[in-house]
């Protein structure tokens, strides 16, 4: 898959779903990495609706998650950012995702999923993964030393690639908006500014 020639007239579309709550340098990194790696034309962020897997924790409003990783997007020209997840009732399904970002690029797009290697085995895990990659390929992160291997999936459907180690999550970026730590320089500027404005994160509000 690496390298693969370009087909005549189709486009590479990445698909980058996220919680996006805050969206940080990690996931910037990681689209731009897997963008010039595949020769992606474009990128589109796809913040999650009401994600299913972190039910566990209140999870900011969508409208915020949206604009945040508008705002931590726009000055990058092949960067977009799509509300079908946002849009859409209910818990978030990836099948969902593709298909309505499919629907939207339509026939001439081909789709790359990009995800974290352990969020990737998550979702071929509990997802019908043969109409999954029906749909796209899925190109799995990992850090630099942290190999992932899974022999049972289908040759050609899914690649890993290396990002330089960027050790940010969001949990780790809300965490030291409660305890009143910086995070300038793991987000966007502009992320620190909405955070603050909107008061996100801050001890008491969930
Ligand atoms: P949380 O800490 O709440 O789990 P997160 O930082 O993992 O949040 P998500 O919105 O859950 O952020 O991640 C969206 C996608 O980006 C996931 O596939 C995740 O594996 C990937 N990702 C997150 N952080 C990084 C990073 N530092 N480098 C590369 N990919 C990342
Ligand atoms: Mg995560």
Known sequence: MMNAPRVQGKRRVG???????PIHHGHLVAASEVAHHYDLDEVVFVP????????????????????????????????????????????????????????IYGPDADLYFITGADALAAILDWQDASELFDLAHFVGCTRPGHTLRDPGLPEGKVSLIEIPALAISSSECRQRVEQGEPIWYLVPDGIVQYIGKRGLYQAGTA
């Open 48 to 103: 999650t609706g009401r994600p299913y897997q972190k039910a566990e924790r209140e999870v900011s409003a969508p409208e915020d998650r949206y604009l945040m990783t508008v705002i931590a997007t726009a000055s990058n020209p092949r960067f977009s950012v799509s509300r079908v997840d946002v849009d859409r009732p209910g818990p978030t399904f990836t099948i969902d995702t593709l298909r309505d970002v499919k629907q």
């Open 15 to 21: 698909v980058m779903g996220g919680t996006f709550d």
